[in-house]
Structures are given as C-alpha cells and as structure tokens.
C-alpha cells in the first residue's frame, strides 16, 4: 500500500509537470530564444522520467525489502482492498481514456512503432504511466490477498518490490524516448523525400543536395536545404528562387516553421 501512495503522488505530481511543460512550450518566440520554447516539452517529459525512476520505483523497491527484513502481518485488510479497487476503477477509466487518444493518433502504426515516431511524449507517457498504475495494482491486489490468506506477510513487501520494478522499466522507456526527442530527431525519410522532391520541381533547381531538419515542438520543425542551382541563375534570381521554394515548403507541410535554405 506504501508503494501504491508513493506511485500515486509521484502520478499526479509527474501530470502538473506535464502540464507545465506543455504551457511552456506554447510561449511564442523571444531575442533569447529566437525558435520558441517547445523543446520545453522534452525536457519536462525526460524530468518525469527520471522521477518516476527515483521517486517511484526505488523507493518502492526500498519499502519492499525493508518491508520483506522486518515483516509485519496485516491484522485487517478490509479498508486496503477498498481503496485498492476504488484505484483500479479510477486508474483503468484513466487508461481506457489514454489508449483511446493515443489510437487515434498512431494510426495504422503497431504500438511500438507509434511511440517511436512520435514526437509528442506527452501522448504516450500518460498511456506507459496509467498501464504501470493498472499494472501495480493488480500486483498489490493479488500478492496482498496471498499475504493474508496464507500467513505470509514477506509478500506484501514483494508486492513493492514488483511495483517499483514496473516502475523503473517505464522509466527507462520514457527516458529512452524524451531524450531522443531532447537531442532533436529529424523527420521521417518519406517526408524528406517529398521535400526534396517538391525542391527539384521547380525550374531553378538543379538537385537537393542536403536536408537537415529537427523537431523543435510535437508541431513545429526546423528545415535547413543545401540547393544545387542552376549556373547562368545570377543573385537576384537565386534569391526569389530561394523565398518561392520557402514558400512552397511552408504551404504543403504545415509543421515546418523555419526553412533555411543555403545555395551550393
């Protein structure tokens, strides 16, 4: 039960962070940070991560075998499966909820590799945190009964020990993906396919010789093009050449926000 508050607080203190980081990261642009705030969601995502770790699984593994050292037998477990089953109703409407926005999402994707490609953290990690919740309590339920039933009161304190293992393996999945996400992933190849295609259409284009991109929101993205142009082009013409592709770019792929492009 120790472990189940402890992942309870650590829950809602990881979702008002979340939502600190998604305020965040909706600030518009200043002189300091001239491409806008929305790394500020992967960087408070990897903070959850990290505290779900920390806070929630090795505590827990903490209270489980201190717990398994000095057992103590529960004399009357009546209140602990009330609250344990009022938690599963409510952190199971929560995952229900979650799986459902998160499907909407991903597609045709298999789940794996919707989560990979995401670039909004926020979307899985409300699903990876509420199936840990659903997860733990399962454990808690079935482990805790045995305890009592059987006399053994060693497996309440396995009980944490699982819950804070569930909870490290999240975290490492979490961890995994924000920091891919902090360090900047690039678009997908397809989408820099089209790009350098939509590129080479135009008439003073003669190759795309570079695209380097980074996600700087779950909706914004950061374009950088090395263009081949053609020979007898002179400046002027290389410049509305340059300002036409932008222009272009911006209008058929909404989430790229700024285009640089650089004449080879």
Not at 97 to 103: E, H, Q
Request: glycine residues 6%.
């Amino acid at each position: 039960m120790i472990s189940e508050g402890i992942h309870s607080t650590v829950d809602t203190l990881n979702q008002l962070l979340l939502l600190y980081g998604l305020k965040r990261s909706k600030k518009a642009p200043d002189e300091s940070h001239p491409f806008g705030y929305g790394k500020e969601l992967y960087f408070w995502s990897f903070v959850v991560s990290i505290l779900i770790f920390a806070l929630g699984g090795a505590l827990s593994i903490y209270q489980g075998v201190k717990h398994m050292i000095h057992p103590e037998m529960m004399k009357d477990p009546y209140w602990n499966y009330i609250v344990l089953i009022l938690s599963l109703i409510f952190e199971g409407t929560s995952l229900v909820i979650a799986i459902k926005a998160f499907n909407k999402t991903r597609q045709r994707l298999k789940w794996w590799d919707a989560i990979i490609k995401s670039k909004d953290p926020s979307s899985f990690l409300v699903v990876f945190e509420d199936g840990a919740a659903v997860a733990g309590l399962l454990v808690v339920m079935l482990l805790m009964g045995m305890s009592h039933s059987l006399q053994i009161p060693e497996l309440d304190g396995l009980a944490s020990v699982i819950v804070g293992l569930i909870l490290v393996f999240v975290s490492f999945i979490l961890a995994r993906e924000s920091r891919s996400l902090l360090m900047g992933e690039g678009i997908a190849p397809e989408t820099k396919a089209k790009i350098a295609r939509l590129t080479e259409s135009d008439s003073a284009v003669v190759r795309t010789k570079i695209i380097l991109s980074t996600y700087q929101s779950p909706e914004e993205v950061i374009l950088m093009l090395i263009i081949d142009f053609e020979e007898h082009l002179d400046t002027e013409e290389i410049t509305d050449a340059i300002q036409r592709i932008r222009a272009t770019i911006k209008q058929e792929f909404k989430l790229v926000r700024f285009v640089m492009i650089q004449p080879e």
